[in-house]
């Protein structure tokens, strides 16, 4: 065991590029026990395990070599997490293309999205989900558009990118556009896991309303559809607690 675990140990650190002393001087150890370790000379403390998993990108499982569930060849560690990510269609994705990537890394340095996503929840109940924006330079230069499970909501050329300096103004167009898309297109984006965080939500601040009723009376996806069925017809989702109320009414 001591083998496997010091070359899983090995092959993990050096699929991120992180020396022995790099490696040890984040788990707070010295670089002689990493290299025992690797060597297969010793073993950690198990107190050390979760802080490894944790620097390493790994599981316990894997580590341990319990069972692999690796879909790579070489544990290459940035890969497999680019194929997990690729495996399904997601619920917002923003591609860009080449000129406008300066502008996307600024602005997600800033609070603009949180501020647009707090906006939503005010005034529509709507939980805009975390997005994932990607780079395509299949895509005009200064084209971007987005996507809700590979659907195509929107498509646009920010004229902002080639008139000003301002590198915000463009990142703050693409927002906009995606936060419009999602509040338009809800119905379509709304799905169990955002649903689930707006009744934690609710748990936490009234928990009278849905402790006991949510998930036990009803399902995360009986209440995802009730919600897709209102929007539908056009009516607001943000009052949950008299949804909740009228459906434990009907049960």
């Not at 699929?15 to 040890?24: H, I, P, S, V």
């Not at 406008?100 to 996503?117: H, S």
């Not at 017809?233 to 434990?248: A, N, S």
Request: glycine share 6%; proline share 4%; charged share 25%.
């Amino acid at each position: 065991m001591r083998e496997n675990f010091g070359e899983t140990i090995c092959q993990y650190r050096q699929n991120l590029k992180m020396t022995q002393e790099d490696f040890a001087y984040r788990l707070g150890v010295t670089p002689q026990a990493v290299s025992r370790w690797e060597r297969g000379n010793g073993l950690p403390d198990l107190s050390l395990l979760k802080g490894i998993c944790n620097i390493l990108h790994v599981s316990a499982d894997t580590l341990l070599g319990i069972r692999d569930n690796s879909v790579t060849e070489n544990n290459n560690v940035q890969m497999e997490r680019e194929i997990r990510y690729n495996l399904f269609a997601e619920p917002v994705v923003v591609e860009f293309g080449e000129a406008l990537i300066p502008c996307v890394l600024e602005g997600m340095k800033t609070d603009y999205l949180n501020r647009k996503r707090n906006q939503l929840a005010q005034k529509y109940g709507v939980l805009l989900p975390v997005i994932r924006f990607r780079d395509n330079l299949d895509l005009g230069k200064n084209a971007y558009r987005i996507l809700s499970y590979d659907h195509v909501l929107y498509e646009a050329c920010s004229k902002l990118c080639e008139s000003e300096s301002d590198t915000a103004a463009p990142f703050h167009e693409i927002i906009d556009s995606a936060a419009e898309e999602c509040r338009k297109n809800y119905s379509r984006i709304l799905n169990k896991q955002i649903v689930k965080i707006m009744v934690d939500s609710l748990k936490e601040h009234y928990p009278g309303i849905a402790d006991g009723l949510v998930p036990e009376k009803i399902s995360y996806l009986r209440l995802t559809d009730h919600l897709k069925n209102m929007l539908n017809q056009g009516k607001p989702i943000r009052d949950l607690i008299h949804i909740l109320e009228e459906m434990e009414r009907g049960l």
